[in-house]
């Protein structure tokens, strides 16, 4: 029966429990205390399945906009870790429509996008990373999903 179950399985299984040890919505210090108490290939899984969760269901604007956008510099880097260089470059993109240093709060990205001071600032935005996500969908589809079960793989992190 277990010889039966797909690897993609296995790392479905898997997400959820990862998911639940960080708490997005907690202060930048405590999500990077969650993380360090995570071994590096668990945080690398964790940090792709979340840009991998708002690619799959919304786009890049919705990363940015929610809480997953919290990690966008920890995502960068193991993005660029991997090899994935077009959502490398995507993230980074996206990332320079924001204020630097980079704003780790869900609250003060929305404050910059949203602001009533440049009311066109979240249509730009918005239209931007709606065109990164477009350009991400037909030239690298599938590559977020291979890269996390091929590093599951590697690293023994699918369970038996």
């Known amino acids: 029966m277990r010889s039966q179950i797909t690897d ?3 790392l479905t299984w898997l997400m959820p429990h ?7 919505g907690a202060p930048h210090a405590v999500v990077r205390g969650q993380l360090a108490a995570m071994p590096r290939p668990y945080q690398q899984l964790f940090l792709l399945g979340a840009l991998n969760r708002e690619l799959m269901s919304e786009n890049l604007y919705e990363f940015f906009c929610g809480q997953s956008g919290n ?3 920890e995502v960068l880097q ?3 870790e991997l090899g994935l260089d077009k959502h490398a470059a995507a993230v980074e993109q996206g990332m320079a429509m924001l204020p630097t240093p980079y704003p780790a709060s869900t609250k003060q990205r929305n404050d ?6 440049a009311p066109s600032r979240q249509q730009t935005i918005d239209e931007r990373l709606s065109h990164l996500s ?8 599938d590559a ?3 890269a996390m079960i091929a590093l599951a793989k590697r690293e023994g ?3 038996q």
Request: aromatic share 8%; net charge negative; hydrophobic share 45%.
């Open 18 to 24: 990862l998911v639940r040890a960080v708490d997005l």
């Open 134 to 141: 477009y350009e991400l969908e037909q030239s690298a589809h």
């Open 71 to 73: 990690v966008a510099p």
């Open 157 to 159: 992190l699918l369970p």
């Open 78 to 80: 193991v993005l660029r």
């Open 8 to 10: 993609d399985e296995r």
């Open 112 to 117: 910059f996008i949203y602001s009533p001071l």
């Open 144 to 146: 977020l999903d291979d």
